[in-house]
């Protein structure tokens, strides 16, 4: 079981990576100060059953890069896969056999009036409790200040986790201000998630790509 310190909370970064050849290209050498978490998409394209979860191990500059379980990036820095089986569990800023699960059966999407009349809703191959992509190709008339979409995991969660949601194509990432969608905090629960638009509507017909990480 893998241990190692952790940076306090408000300082943990978790980020999505492509595929391993992105990771190992990763070239700057003033962070992490401490452990950073990523998660790689796939082992050679995204989603194809080779990525999962990997911490920077800033202790370790000699193991090699064995291409399974320990990979060197371009500025010499170990990145260690993490056990699909884990969960993770942060206290008084240290990890302690650090768990996060990335294995599992895809929730279930659920559109709202948010994503308008007739939309199509789905998560993309690949997704998991833990992560994964929501698909969101809106219909007619999408409403404003409306739940976009309603995730029910596949198996709920002990308590209510943390789920971070970024932007996976073009019109997401071009989202802002008013038009910017949000993961509710108050209608979240150990069940699921919702998805909560802005005051400005989506665009009708129009296709959105949201990743989201849920990690308790």
């Not at 990979?71 to 206290?91: E, L, N, Q, T, Y």
Request: hydrophobic residues 40%; contains cysteine; negative net charge.
């Amino acid at each position: 079981m893998v241990e190692y310190p952790l940076q306090p909370e408000s300082e943990y970064s978790l980020w999505p990576m492509a595929t391993l050849a992105s990771l190992r290209a990763l070239a700057q050498s003033t962070y992490p100060a401490l452990n950073e978490v990523r998660y790689v998409l796939g082992a050679s394209t995204p989603n194809d059953g080779g990525g999962g979860f990997v911490f920077c191990d800033f202790t370790d500059t000699t193991s090699a890069d064995d291409g399974m379980n320990v990979f060197v990036d371009v500025a010499g820095r170990r990145w260690k896969r993490i056990s699909p089986a884990m969960k993770a569990s942060v206290a008084e800023s240290t990890m302690t056999t650090p768990q996060l699960r990335s294995s599992g059966n895809a929730p279930s999407i659920a559109a709202g009036t948010g994503a308008g009349t007739s939309p199509t809703v789905a998560s993309m191959g690949g997704s998991t409790d833990l992560s994964g992509v929501i698909n969101v190709t809106t219909g007619t008339s999408p409403a404003a200040s409306a739940n976009l979409v309603t995730v029910t995991y596949a198996v709920a969660y002990a308590a209510k986790p943390r789920v971070i949601l970024e932007p996976a194509n073009a019109a997401a990432a071009a989202l802002s201000g008013t038009g910017q969608v949000f993961v509710s905090d108050s209608l979240s629960s150990p069940t699921g998630f919702v998805v909560v638009t802005g005051s400005a509507a989506l665009a009708a017909s129009t296709q959105y790509f949201f990743y989201y990480h849920a990690i308790q």
